[in-house]
């Protein structure tokens, strides 16, 4: 243990030592590439571990390099792999309409590269501390947030009736029941054919129960046609 120990976290950067702090590399970020595997996310397994294990290689090179010329600045490529990352985190996540998603999984590239920069700086006790506090981050406060900030998404909700007839106070209440909160309303009539529009950007809950709410809107008035729709 004593032997590993030096070897993860010593100065000495011999080929044993490399070969230590890349396995340990590609366990932690693998374990965080995982979790994200099993979330169905755009960045899995595959991705945080090359990251992960490029940032170590690349830190054992800024540590090794002036090591070896006496010259240089070991923090430059380490510098260097904090701001590229962000690049590649900005395609981990995708905008659909006024929705984001994927911005975790983009974080967590962005910290299994500074993982490896650690692990590769010999830093694997700190290293081993910041994965347990991303795991609990992860796993144990995911339940938790949806439970006290529940997710929601912005969507369109258009609703037509004839004879221009809806009790919009009545659609408030329905609204509200549902947990749905509109964003803004728009409202079009057509004399031809004596029907009312009515669209609204609402934010609405991931576990909505659609029957109750067609049920519930049609209750409102002489709805013809109801429609809800991502918001592209």
């Given at each position: 243990?004593?032997?590993?120990?030096?070897?993860?976290?010593?100065?000495?950067?011999?080929?044993?030592?490399?070969?230590?702090?890349?396995?340990l590399?590609?366990?932690?970020?693998?374990?965080?590439?995982?979790?994200?595997?099993?979330?169905?996310?755009?960045?899995?397994?595959?991705?945080?571990?090359?990251?992960?294990?490029?940032?170590?290689?690349?830190?054992?090179?800024?540590?090794?390099?002036?090591?070896?010329?006496?010259?240089?600045?070991?923090?430059?490529?380490?510098?260097?792999?904090?701001?590229?990352?962000?690049?590649?985190?900005?395609?981990?996540f995708?905008?659909?309409g006024?929705?984001?998603?994927?911005?975790?999984?983009?974080?967590?590239?962005?910290?299994?590269?500074?993982?490896?920069?650690?692990?590769g700086?010999?830093?694997?006790?700190?290293?081993?501390?910041?994965?347990?506090?991303i795991?609990?981050?992860?796993?144990?406060?995911?339940?938790?947030?949806?439970?006290?900030?529940?997710?929601?998404?912005?969507?369109?909700?258009?609703?037509?009736?004839?004879?221009?007839?809806?009790?919009?106070?009545?659609?408030?209440?329905?609204?509200?029941?549902?947990?749905?909160?509109?964003?803004?309303?728009?409202?079009?009539?057509?004399?031809?054919?004596?029907?009312?529009?009515?669209?609204?950007?609402?934010?609405?809950?991931?576990?909505?129960?659609?029957?109750?709410?067609?049920?519930?809107?049609?209750?409102?008035?002489?709805?013809?046609?109801?429609?809800?729709?991502?918001?592209?």
């Amino acid at each position: 243990m004593h032997e590993l120990s030096l070897l993860l976290g010593g100065t000495d950067l011999s080929f044993a030592a490399a070969v230590a702090r890349l396995c340990l590399s590609l366990v932690a970020c693998g374990m965080i590439g995982l979790e994200r595997e099993i979330q169905k996310q755009t960045a899995g397994w595959r991705t945080h571990i090359v990251i992960g294990i490029g940032a170590t290689l690349l830190m054992m090179l800024s540590i090794w390099l002036p090591q070896m010329t006496g010259e240089g600045d070991s923090a430059r490529i380490a510098a260097q792999v904090v701001s590229g990352i962000g690049f590649l985190g900005a395609g981990a996540f995708l905008k659909i309409g006024n929705n984001v998603k994927g911005l975790t999984t983009a974080a967590t590239l962005w910290f299994c590269a500074g993982l490896g920069l650690t692990i590769g700086a010999g830093m694997w006790k700190i290293s081993l501390v910041a994965l347990g506090i991303i795991f609990v981050a992860l796993i144990i406060l995911d339940p938790l947030e949806a439970r006290l900030f529940p997710k929601e998404r912005l969507k369109n909700l258009v609703i037509w009736c004839t004879d221009g007839f809806l009790d919009r106070a009545a659609l408030d209440v329905v609204l509200e029941k549902n947990g749905i909160i509109p964003q803004s309303i728009d409202a079009s009539e057509s004399h031809k054919s004596k029907h009312t529009r009515l669209s609204l950007l609402v934010r609405v809950p991931l576990k909505l129960n659609l029957g109750s709410l067609f049920a519930d809107i049609r209750a409102t008035g002489q709805v013809s046609k109801i429609r809800l729709f991502e918001n592209y």
